[in-house]
């Protein structure tokens, strides 16, 4: 049996645990249910905004970031005395109304305005389920497989979401594809109460503005936390390029046809979901920060290949390689990452921590983003590869020099 046929049953193994199933299958189908909204959402802002709908998802998504970066502590905050199921429900509640209610509206200031509530709905779920998940699976090793199915739901999600809206747009209109998001959030609530989720003892009582910065001040105390915020910089650089730029590169530079967009975005995917398979056994032999660190320096590499292989003229097949090693570079940092703010971290504090980092985290994309944006206009993709290639590496040689390998544990607080 090789090592991708014994990590894939160590992945089936996790599954065994009727919680954390329930769990996961909650977390799947909200994944389908937002690619969905993500289509249908584009082409409802077509539909009101016309020519002006790429104005018009600009600023959602713009909105969508400063609701992760700004709602996910200040919610958490608030809601430290909700039980977990209770919130995740509600959450899910929330997320849905407001796709039940985008089909609806008929001016463009009321998009923003839901999307605001959807994305601040998101921004409590999404913490709130990552800092669960290590209470259901306490043991480091399984939780560390947990991660990796987590990290293939996403990836898959991006190939599958897009394929599921076309073939559903062939039967339905983009408004009765919102049902789908509503379809979607309603089974991830059933799912999430259907689960026996695990007692966790009530956080003791705390200032408001103690809750709102314990997130972020045990980030501040702990070496290994101080540099995964410069690795969320080192993954936000790639994925700017790749989600803004792809299609200016196939399209306007190469001049290739629109399914090659699909194929290159694979290739990242495909890199991404091969090192999450990998990855639980890896780490079953190699620590976190030589993995973590060795990814960093692969998205530099990978960076300057990309800009290498855009501005020399280097063909598509290198250009497939570049994505693929720039999703697998991404896949090594993101998937173990939670590993470090589960030992950070008790049940108590669990919470804020996961919290701060999903907000830490998104507002690395605020500065990656508009810059891959801007500068893919005004220089081209492969000098914009370049820069943010140099973005990755300042932010790699800053977790280095914060991470020293003597450093273990982390205080909690």
Known sequence: MNATTQTEGSLRSVLANPTYRRLFSAQVV?????????????????????????????????IKMVAYVGAGPVLAALTWRVPRKALLIGADVVRGAVALLLPLVTEVWQVYVLILVLQSASATFTPAFQALVPEVLPDERQYTRALSLSRLAYDLEALVSPALAAALL????????????????????????????PVVEPARAAPFLDRLTRGARIFWRTPEL??????????????????????????????????????LLAAYGAGSMLVALLLPRILDRIDDRRVMLAASG????????????????????????????????????LTT???????????????????????????????????????????????????????ALVAALVATAAWRPAVVGAPRG
Request: hydrophobic share 65%.
């Open 30 to 62: 909200a994944l389908l249910g937002t690619g969905l909204l993500t289509v249908a959402l584009g082409l409802l802002a077509f539909d009101i905004a016309g020519d002006d709908a790429g104005l018009v998802l600009g600023l959602a998504l713009t």
């Open 170 to 197: 062939t039967l339905i209109t983009f408004h009765e594809l919102f049902l789908g998001t509503v379809l979607g959030f309603a089974l991830s609530a059933v799912l999430v109460g259907a689960a026996r989720l």
């Open 226 to 263: 101080r540099a995964l915020l410069a690795l969320d910089l080192v993954v936000a650089a790639p994925t700017a390029l790749v989600i803004v730029d792809t299609v200016v590169l196939v399209q306007a530079e190469l001049g290739r046809p629109q399914p090659d967009v699909a194929l």
């Open 298 to 333: 692969l998205t530099v590499l990978g960076m300057a290949a990309a800009a290498a292989a855009i501005l020399l003229g280097a063909g598509w097949v290198a250009l497939l390689a570049a994505w693929a090693v720039l999703g697998a570079a991404n896949a090594g940092i």
């Open 337 to 391: 990452a939670p590993r470090l703010l589960r030992r950070a971290a008790d049940s108590e504090t669990r919470p804020a921590v996961f919290a701060a980092q999903f907000s830490l985290s998104h507002a690395c994309f605020l500065i990656t983003y508009p810059l891959a944006g801007v500068l893919g206009t005004a220089i081209g993709v492969g000098a914009t590869a370049a820069v943010l290639g140099g973005v």
